[in-house]
């Protein structure tokens, strides 16, 4: 769902596009490393309601069990008479479909079947529905009682491949060096600041200790530990420091929502306010349930000119971030202007400035149109905001500026990819776009199919820009004086790398992370004046680790269609290598995601390090739906969007089939995985091929996907409509009727065993979704010999947990799982 984390370690790798149902833990995963570089009530239509019965279980017709003794799954009870509808309904008030479909609605509506609809809760606090969850986490947690000493060894695994108290890469800003640390036995980072003594940053003398500075002066500013105190979820989202350096402003959820409440620190008194709503502005997001309503909840922010003048983003019911404000005065006497909102439903909004400090920007966004908005930030300009270029249908752009033009990122003209092109920095400006040149007069990125564009990054002196070639991450240095264009080279084949944080325009080097899936993460530095001197600043500690012994390649998979070829990257123990070579199949972990244009990439994560020891290969499938390809792996007609997204799930299977057919592995021996989006991709695979795999992690995985998708009361329901399309329309709801999973379960089927989890607060997968899942598949297969677990953490939203102790236990407990099934436990 909704873009990348808000946190510094997004930066690294950041897109303002929005997406909805993205992230994955695999993405997830990526931040935390990334991080550790450079720093985690209307109902649809039902039926009438039966009445409950005084038990919602009923007896079980199957049990699992273990160590003699019989484990009964909870059977929540059906109301069989209960849909919800699709298409056009009479009086309604909930929105049906986006304001400039011209697609026509089913009519009359079509019912389709719910029967555990009665499991969704807006509120999250219906006792019959939190017991129902509670004894399904006993139910989990019974049935692998006897991992707990495994999970213990995991576990220490994964805080075994760490380097407890760390810190990030140092990044000038002003007169200090920013960076974040972490120390031994506590969960969350600390914000430190040291200053600037020198152009270079020297942490030759730290010792490693917790006690011990990295840089001469070094002061905490943020300690997210003490924020944290006696909560169970604490994630902190945007950190910025004001103009003169004295003030921090930082959002803050506490309950795993994404509702985040915005606070400002005096850096020299201490201080600490948090902004309150001022005359009701955006109460619409507020689901509070008795806490303090009066705290201004926001999505992002940025601060101005001066550190009197703070921009901040509020959410509507659906927590789709609508409106942008100015907040001036913010600490004595402050003073709200609406700048501008979107009322388009299929629009998310975000703020930010360039990095030259010249302009905020207000984009408004669908997953097809967008359009930006500025207004310069000088002390004196009292200007309303302005359009960059009105938007125009299927019209992508974002919009950098620098040297007096906005340089621009679009697909304008229907080009497969994005392109890279400049004008005037003025308004309504489409009619002045042109193509950036280089000095041969060759276009640098002319949008078409052979690479992609993703970003562009504006200096003094250069642009910096993130795209894709040959299906791996690449990055360009454009000078702008000269129009030379320089694309960095790395030794590996295949390995990930993006732009580090930067916050001054005026840098004469940039810093970028890489990494692949045998190379721990490093930042580079790498000059701007054209030398090939390249120094590495700092590179992640893996204890332990011997990279010599590991193995990673890229192969290619022929799609079913016999013309598309689907990138594979495999990474493995030598060893485990050598028996597949020598015709011994062996246990693999097949992962896949395959929706928004997002990338898996081929990076390194410690988290598979337990499954590699074990003698499993690890295998991401980069199928369509994704972007590693470039836009058009993920846009009809050969995509995986819309009426071409059965593609995803065909694109895994085939990939699952051969690598059995190739006598890698078996199906014995096989598991797959995938979250959120990725969790529906499994959900689909199952239902098309459950023979194939042994045991599936489902990570709050997306499975109602009609019934999800034809209610616009469900946050982030209407702006999916393009992505998925809209069951409600008739063009649409055949289709994804057809691969739904909770639509296609097959009955007296036997499904792979299933580790199915979910997030109470999760406001981007609801938690029902999954609740409803396991539920249909034991009911459809009473006696499928595999455990369908479903694991609901009551105190967390999408992202799993906050602190990072308890979410390397969550991993242990996945993997143990995964692992016992396997018999690798």
């Known amino acids: 769902m909704n873009n990348f984390l808000p946190s510094a370690a997004a930066s690294l790798f950041s897109s303002k596009f929005q997406f909805s149902r993205l992230i994955s833990l695999q993405s997830h995963r990526r931040l935390l490393l990334a991080s550790s570089l450079l720093a985690a009530n209307a109902q649809a239509f039902f039926a009438p309601r039966s009445a409950a019965p005084s038990s919602i279980y009923t007896s079980s017709n199957r049990s699992m069990s273990t160590n003699n003794a019989i484990i009964v799954p909870p059977i929540p009870r059906r109301e069989e008479n209960r849909t919800v509808y699709a298409g056009k309904l009479p009086n309604s008030y909930l929105l049906r479909q986006s304001n400039d479909s011209t697609e026509p609605l089913l009519s009359p509506p079509i019912s389709i079947p719910d029967p555990y609809g009665w499991l969704r809760d807006d509120t999250r606090s219906n006792p019959e529905i939190l017991s129902h969850l509670q004894k399904e986490n006993e139910y989990s947690s019974m049935l692998t009682a006897h991992l707990k000493p495994f999970q213990e060894r995991l576990y220490q695994e994964f805080l075994n491949s760490i380097q407890e108290t760390d810190y990030t890469t140092p990044r000038p800003h002003g007169d ?264 041969s007069d060759q276009t640098i990125f002319d949008g078409s199919v052979s690479k992609a564009l993703d970003s562009v990054s504006v200096f003094d002196t250069h642009l910096a820009l993130e795209g894709r070639e040959g299906g791996i991450p690449r990055i360009c240095l454009y000078d702008i004086e000269s129009k030379t264009n320089t694309r960095l080279e790395f030794e590996e084949s295949a390995y990930d790398v993006g732009l580090g944080a930067h916050y001054e325009s005026n840098a004469k080097s940039i810093v970028v992370s890489y ?102 290969i690890y295998a991401i499938a980069h199928i369509r739906g994704g972007g590693e390809m470039g836009r058009q792996w993920y846009e009809e007609p050969n995509g995986a969007k819309y009426l071409c997204k059965k593609n995803t799930f065909n694109d895994f299977v085939d990939v699952a089939k051969y690598l059995v057919d190739e006598k890698w592995t078996s199906p014995d021996k096989m598991s797959c995985e995938g979250r959120s989006a990725g969790g529906l991709l499994i959900g689909a695979v199952l239902n098309q091929a459950p023979e194939l795999f042994r045991a599936a992690i489902l990570g709050v995985p997306f499975v109602d996907v009609v019934v999800t998708m034809t209610d616009s009361s469900i946050p982030l329901t209407s702006g999916e409509w393009v992505e998925w399309g ?100």
């Open 515 to 616: 990494n692949s899936m045998v190379t721990p993460p490093s930042s580079i530095e790498i000059p701007l004046d054209g030398s090939d001197e390249r120094k590495v600043l700092k590179a992640k500690s893996v204890p332990g680790y011997n990279k010599d012994v590991f193995g990673c390649d890229r192969i290619e998979v022929l799609s079913r269609d016999g013309k598309t070829w689907i990138p594979v990257s495999i990474v493995f123990k030598k060893d485990t290598m050598e028996k597949v070579k020598s015709g011994e199949t062996v246990p693999l972990h097949l992962y896949g995601y395959g929706s928004y244009g997002a990338c898996m990439e081929a990076d390194f994560d410690i988290t598979r390090l337990p499954l590699l020891d074990r003698g499993m």
């Open 176 to 439: 200090y060096w920013y960076y974040t640390r972490t120390y031994e036995g506590l969960s969350y980072s600390t914000y430190v600041r040291a200053p600037k003594y020198n152009a270079e940053y020297d942490s030759s003398k730290w010792d490693g200790g917790k006690d011990t500075k990295v840089l001469e002066g070094e002061v905490t500013y943020l300690d997210v530990n003490a924020l944290a105190a006696n909560r169970e979820y604490c994630h902190v989202g945007g950190v910025s420091i004001s103009p003169s350096h004295r003030y921090v402003a930082y959002s803050v959820d506490y309950v795993g929502d994404e509702v985040y409440e915005l606070h400002v620190r005096d850096l020299e008194s201490g201080e600490d306010v948090v902004l309150e709503k001022i005359n009701d502005n955006d109460t619409s997001c507020d689901e509070s349930g008795g806490a303090d309503t009066s705290k201004l909840e926001i999505d992002d922010f940025v601060w101005g000119s001066d550190d009197d003048t703070l921009y901040y983003v509020t959410m509507d019911e659906q927590h789709r971030p609508y409106r942008l404000y100015q907040r001036t005065s913010w600490k004595n006497s402050p003073i709200d202007t609406l700048l501008k909102e979107e009322l388009d439903d299929l629009y998310w909004c975000s703020v930010s400035k360039s990095l030259d400090e010249k302009y905020i920007f207000f984009e408004m966004a669908s997953k097809e149109t967008s359009e930006v908005w500025f207004l310069p930030i000088t002390e004196t300009s009292s200007e309303e905001m302005k359009c960059v270029a009105p938007r125009r249908n299927k019209v992508l752009y974002e919009v950098e500026h620098g040297k007096g033009q906005w340089f621009i990122v679009t697909n304008v003209d229907n080009s497969p990819n994005m392109k890279l092109m400049s004008s005037p920095a003025v308004e309504n400006s489409s009619t002045q776009w042109k193509l950036v040149t280089d000095a």
């Open 726 to 825: 809209n069951p409600n329309e008739a063009k649409f709801y055949q289709y994804m009727m057809e691969y739904s999973p909770m639509n296609n379960i097959q009955k007296d089927k036997t499904y792979p065993a299933c580790w199915i989890t979910g997030g109470l607060h999760d406001p981007r997968v609801a938690y029902w979704e999954p609740a409803k899942y396991a539920a249909t598949i034991r009911h459809l297969n009473p006696n499928n010999p595999h455990p369908i677990c479903l694991k609901l953490d009551l105190t967390v939203g999408h992202f799993s947990a906050s602190d990072r102790y308890k979410y390397f236990r969550e991993m242990s407990i996945d993997y143990s799982f995964l692992l016992d099934q396997l018999k690798l436990a």
